[in-house]
C-alpha cells in the first residue's frame, strides 16, 4: 500500500512537472526548505519535492519575501537571491543565528544568546540596519516565523513562544500536546492561518513537516517531506512556471 502511494504521487508530480511550463502562471502553496547544505522545494499537498540541489554550505534560516530568498548561515551572514539563483546582496547578523522570519515589510532574526534555550530577536531593514522595533530576549532553540501580527520562536522541545514585536510575551503553544512521545521540533513557518513545522522523533526516519493549528497545537495535516528534519521553512503562494537550467550564483531557482 505504501509503495502505491509513492508511486501515485511520483505519477502526479511528474505531471504537474511537464504541464506547469506551458500553463498560465497561477500561486500555488510552496514550502520552501533546507536541510544543511540542501535546498528543498515542495508543492502542497505532493509528499516529494518537486526540484531539489546543492547549496555551499550550512544554513539555519530561511525566509522568502515574494521577491527574493533570504538564508542566513552558521557564519552569521544572511544572503539575498533572486528567482534565477543570482546573488543580489548580503549582510552580517548579530552572532549565532537561530531562526529567521519575513513580516511582509521587516527581516526578524533570532540569535542564540546567554544559557541554552535562550535567543534574542532582531528586527532589521533589507540593508541588514536596525528596524523601528528594539531588540528582546526570548526563549526558542531553532526556529522563527511572523504570524498574524506577532513574532513566534520555536524551541526544540516542541514549543511555540508567542510574542509582540516589542518583546512582550503572550502565551505558550505546546505542539502535539497529547503526544507522548516527545517529538523534536526545529523549524517553523506559516500560511497565515496554520503553522508548518518541521518535526521529527528518535528515528529521524519519521520526521515529517506538519500543519499545526495555532490555537490548540493539534495535527492539522501533515507533508511527509522525504523523511528529513529541516533547519529552515518558509511558505509561498508561488508562481511556478519553469526551473532554470543552470545553478547561477549560490542557488539554482524557479524564475517567472
Keep these: 500500500m505504501r509503495s502505491f502511494i509513492v508511486i501515485s504521487a511520483l505519477i ?6 511537464l504541464t506547469a511550463v506551458t500553463a498560465e502562471a497561477t500561486g500555488e ?13 515542495f508543492r502542497l499537498p505532493y509528499p516529494l519535492p518537486i526540484d531539489d540541489f546543492d547549496l555551499p554550505w550550512g544554513y539555519v534560516g530561511l525566509a522568502y519575501d515574494g521577491d ?3 538564508i542566513v548561515d552558521f557564519y552569521d551572514t544572511l544572503y539575498q537571491f533572486d528567482y534565477g539563483g543570482d546573488f543580489v546582496s548580503s549582510f552580517t547578523t548579530p552572532p ?3 531562526g529567521l522570519g519575513f513580516d511582509g515589510e521587516y527581516l526578524w532574526i533570532s540569535c542564540k544568546e546567554g ?6 530577536v532582531y528586527q532589521c531593514e533589507l540593508d541588514g540596519t536596525p528596524g523601528p522595533m528594539g531588540d528582546f530576549p526570548a526563549v526558542g532553540h531553532a526556529g522563527l516565523t511572523f504570524f498574524q501580527g506577532k513574532v513566534l520562536t520555536l524551541t526544540w522541545d516542541s514549543y511555540v513562544n508567542f510574542y509582540t514585536p516589542d518583546g512582550t510575551f503572550i502565551r505558550e503553544l505546546d505542539v502535539l500536546p497529547y503526544d507522548s512521545s516527545h517529538p523534536r521540533t526545529h ?5 497565515g492561518t496554520y503553522l508548518w513545522i518541521s518535526i521529527c522523533w528518535v528515528n529521524p526516519t519519521y520526521a515529517a513537516i506538519y500543519k499545526i493549528d495555532p490555537e490548540t497545537g493539534e495535527l492539522a495535516g501533515t507533508l511527509w517531506g522525504g523523511g528529513k528534519l529541516y533547519c529552515g521553512l518558509s511558505y509561498a503562494e508561488w508562481t511556478y512556471t519553469e526551473v532554470e537550467a543552470e545553478s547561477i550564483g549560490k542557488i539554482k531557482a524557479f524564475f517567472e
Excluded: M
Excluded at 502526479?12 to 512537472?17: D, E, P
Excluded at 544559557?115 to 534574542?120: A, D, F, I, K, S
Excluded at 523549524?187 to 500560511?191: C, E, G, P, Q, R
Design 187 to 191: 523549524a517553523i513557518t506559516n500560511d
Design 115 to 120: 544559557e541554552y534555550g535562550n535567543v534574542r
Design 68 to 70: 527574493y530568498w533570504w
Design 29 to 41: 502553496p510552496t514550502i520552501f526548505a533546507i536541510k544543511g547544505s540542501h535546498f528543498y522545494v
Design 12 to 17: 502526479l508530480i511528474t505531471a504537474l512537472l
Design 96 to 98: 549565532s543565528p537561530r
